[in-house]
């Protein structure tokens, strides 16, 4: 199976600060990476598919980049709606794998 | 409106069954790879298991591998969990979610399309 490691599991921004998040594959996955967003109490929201291609309707404040095992979702000028858990997925292979979140607090 | 909506959380004594199911709307059912998604109380996401559009290519979790079992229904645009031998580690939120392709992985010949739709969720409580 491949295991999907992000980093930091959590962190404390401002708003206006760049956020970046970090996701390592344990082999090779090309660019089949995605990203949520999941608020408290609710269901995850598709930030980013293909590693870089903004899903409709995500503000461009919001990128992704990478390819084969290391990958970064960035929060260009963090918003008060920002402040959530980001959940990186792999689709490549089955069983497809989530990381293990990570958490983006009020400074 | 795309949407998915979860059914037949409820609470559940350790060793025994449960069907959840998830009803769609807004879009061609059939054309799209389906997958359930669980989420324990404080913790992350876990993938549990997917199905293609045609509903004959079925993955599973290796830890529910055996015990949970995939279908769907595209002539009622209904997917279902058969859920037996439940623990105490099954109980979580589990979410339906829908797939940008009719395949679940890409080495199936899916797409990079992420999984754009999800419902809200339904609860499974395992006590005794």
């Known amino acids: 199976d491949i295991q999907m490691t992000q980093s930091p599991s959590s962190l404390s921004a401002s708003v206006g600060d760049r956020v970046t998040i970090t996701c390592r594959a344990s082999?090779?996955?090309?660019?089949?990476l995605n990203w949520y967003q999941q608020e408290p109490g609710k269901a995850p929201k598709l930030l980013i598919y293909?590693?870089?291609s903004l899903q409709s309707g995500v503000p461009s404040t919001f990128s992704g980049s990478g390819s084969g095992t290391d990958f970064t979702l960035t929060i260009s000028s963090l918003q008060p709606e920002d402040f959530a858990t980001y959940f990186c997925?792999?689709?490549?292979?089955?069983?497809?794998?989530f990381g293990g979140g990570t958490k983006v607090e009020i400074k | 409106e795309v949407q998915l909506l979860e059914s037949g959380g409820g609470l559940v004594q350790p060793g025994g069954s449960l069907r959840l199911s998830c009803a769609a709307s807004?879009?061609?059912?059939?054309?799209?790879?389906m997958s359930w998604v669980r989420q324990a109380p404080g913790k992350g996401l876990e993938w549990v298991s997917g199905?293609?559009?045609?509903?004959?290519?079925?993955n599973y979790a290796d830890s529910v591998r055996g015990r949970l079992t995939i279908s769907r229904d595209n002539s009622k645009n209904t997917l279902h969990l058969l859920m037996s031998s439940l623990r105490a580690d099954d109980a979580a939120v589990y979410y339906c979610?829908?797939?940008?392709?009719?395949?679940?992985?890409?080495?199936?010949?899916?797409?990079?399309?992420?999984?754009?739709?999800w419902g809200q969720g339904t609860t499974v409580t395992v006590s005794s």
């Open positions: 979610a829908k797939s940008g392709s009719q395949w679940v992985a890409a080495v199936q010949g899916g797409s990079g399309y992420g999984m754009d739709v």
């Open positions: 807004g879009f061609t059912f059939s054309k799209y790879a």
């Open positions: 199905i293609s559009g045609s509903g004959y290519t079925t």
């Open positions: 082999q090779s996955i090309s660019n089949f």
């Open positions: 293909g590693a870089s």
């Open positions: 997925q792999q689709i490549y292979s089955p069983p497809l794998t």
